[in-house]
């Protein structure tokens, strides 16, 4: 199995469970403070692969983008900091229930290395193909506290036969 397909995967799994994940966090924080935690855990960990990946600290004995962005990180986390202490409906959350942001961070880079790995149309079908296969797991087994929806033959079907176009899409790949 290649990297590009293994990506594929991973990246279409998180999609699926980011919505379920950041539910929790919205039914303590509404729909704004939800967008606004999950985005501000998003840039920590953007800012983080940016430093150990990509980061370059000084240009030219200047600040550079990395030490610019690690200034961004620790305003972040002061935010995150008093969002913390302020927001008592955060306390005896699930410590899955931050990991939305950080999971958004992995599909966009997981999307990225798909495609170039396997093209556009390839990386989207086995991304989305993947995505519908967990789902349909959360749902029969009521994962990350959602209700528990049962699989029907009818369902199954459906998903046999995105499965089938994805075997008819990569067979050319």
Same mark, same amino acid.
């Given at each position: 199995?290649?990297?590009? @397909?293994?990506v594929a995967?991973?990246?279409g +799994?998180?999609?699926?469970?980011i919505? =379920?994940?950041?539910?929790v966090?919205?039914?303590?924080?509404?729909?704004w403070g939800?967008?606004?935690?999950?985005?501000l855990?998003? *840039?920590l960990?953007?800012?983080?692969?940016?430093?150990?990946?990509?980061?370059?600290? @000084? $240009?030219?004995?200047?600040l550079? =983008?990395? &030490?610019? *962005?690690?200034?961004?990180?620790?305003?972040?986390?002061?935010?995150l900091?008093?969002?913390w *202490?302020?927001?008592?409906p955060l306390?005896?959350? =699930?410590?899955?229930?931050?990991l939305?942001g950080?999971?958004?961070?992995?599909?966009?880079?997981?999307?990225?290395l798909?495609?170039q790995?396997?093209g556009v149309?390839?990386?989207?079908t086995?991304? $989305?193909?993947?995505? @519908? &296969?967990?789902a349909?797991?959360?749902d029969?087994?009521?994962?990350?506290?959602?209700?528990?929806?049962?699989?029907? =033959?009818?369902r199954?079907?459906?998903? @046999?036969?995105?499965?089938?176009?994805?075997v008819?899409m +990569?067979r050319?790949?």
């Amino acid at each position: 199995m290649s990297a590009g @397909l293994v990506v594929a995967i991973v990246t279409g +799994m998180f999609i699926a469970a980011i919505g =379920p994940i950041n539910s929790v966090l919205q039914d303590r924080l509404e729909t704004w403070g939800t967008v606004t935690l999950v985005h501000l855990i998003g *840039l920590l960990a953007a800012a983080a692969g940016f430093l150990l990946f990509e980061g370059n600290l @000084l $240009v030219e004995g200047r600040l550079g =983008p990395g &030490l610019r *962005l690690l200034g961004w990180g620790v305003w972040t986390m002061l935010v995150l900091g008093v969002v913390w *202490l302020a927001a008592a409906p955060l306390r005896g959350l =699930p410590p899955y229930a931050f990991l939305g942001g950080v999971l958004g961070v992995a599909v966009v880079v997981g999307t990225i290395l798909a495609i170039q790995h396997l093209g556009v149309l390839a990386a989207l079908t086995v991304i $989305v193909a993947s995505q @519908l &296969l967990t789902a349909a797991l959360i749902d029969q087994f009521g994962w990350f506290g959602q209700m528990q929806i049962t699989m029907t =033959p009818t369902r199954t079907a459906g998903l @046999l036969l995105v499965l089938l176009g994805v075997v008819l899409m +990569m067979r050319e790949t």
